[in-house]
């Protein structure tokens, strides 16, 4: 998501808990907002590799482990990426396929979420019981907030309060108002989770839907991405997006996006990222054309997968414990 102008509030997890529904941004006139959910979410960098293999580094690694090996000389990044070639051969017959590769992206990405909770979890667990209630969670994202009726940064926190107890209530499968590991991950990351996929949509829709008649109009639509600066001519990209709500988004062209409309939006589910990204390292990297990688071809090719940034060998930030 290309977002700049960051606005964070002074509330301990508000930014996760909000975490890919809904952010508190101003944009740049010429900067575009994306509110489509990747499964899983590759990296939000623009995927061109005659600018840079940062997305396959992403995409690959994670974005988290993507920036350790930044600071890695380029020998210690084949070593270590001869190491990771090991765990991705599953079959162990010497080969990596677009299959193992495929499984091996799909787990990275996923692993940032749960690390993201496991660095969570005694926070919100008060009690230290292995579970998080409501209220546990309640107080400690809201705590006093909720006791200033008038705050001073103008912001709602009850209604706020109101719309993450509606998510938590939803992730929480049994309805005890308490929280498994599982079901607090999908109340943190509902794009993840298919029982959870209507409340991002209607989320997203209360967001956009300023007129709020349960649909988005293409000026809603373009407003919720681009905020017009004056007399200044649209930038080409928000032409596109007109152009692309019109041929594409409204499928049945009745001027506006319903929920169905909305969620093949936000939720594509026609296209296996993780599976294109295989596809496309495999045919960088296969030297013989046998479609499937040795360990040598994928280190020879350890810029596309890898990469190496380091310039001060003596301050590289070495690990040994990922994955």
Known sequence: ??????????????????????????????????????EPQLSDKVHNDAQSFDYDHDAFLGAEEAKTFDQLTPEESKERLGMIVDKIDADKDGFVTEGELKSWIKHAQKKYIYDNVENQWQEFDLNQDGLISWDEYRNVTYGTYL???????????????????????????????????????????????????????????????????????????????????????????????????????????????????????ILPSDYDHAEAEARHLVYESDQ???????????????????????TDFGEALVRHDEF
């Open 1 to 38: 998501t290309k977002e700049s102008d960051l606005v964070i509030m002074d509330l301990r997890q508000f930014l996760m808990c909000l975490s890919l529904c809904t952010a508190f941004a101003l944009s740049k006139p010429t900067e575009k907002k994306d509110r489509v959910h990747h």
């Open 288 to 310: 013989n054309k046998d479609g499937k990688l040795t360990k040598e071809e994928i280190v020879d090719k350890y810029d596309l997968f890898v990469g190496s940034q380091a």
């Open 147 to 265: 006791d200033d009726p008038d705050p001073d940064d103008g912001f709602n926190y009850k209604q706020m309060m109101v719309r993450d107890e509606r998510r938590f209530k939803m992730a929480d499968k049994d309805g005890d108002l308490i929280a498994t590991k599982e079901e607090f991950t999908a109340f943190l990351h509902p794009e993840e989770y298919d029982y959870m996929k209507d409340i991002v949509v209607q989320e997203t829709m209360e967001d956009i839907d300023k007129n709020a008649d349960g649909f988005i109009d293409l000026e809603e639509y373009i407003g919720d991405m681009y905020s017009h600066d004056g007399n200044a001519d649209e930038p080409e990209w928000v032409k596109t997006e007109r152009e692309q709500f019109v041929e594409f988004r409204d499928k049945n062209r009745d001027g506006k996006m319903d929920k169905e409309e909305t969620k093949d939006w």
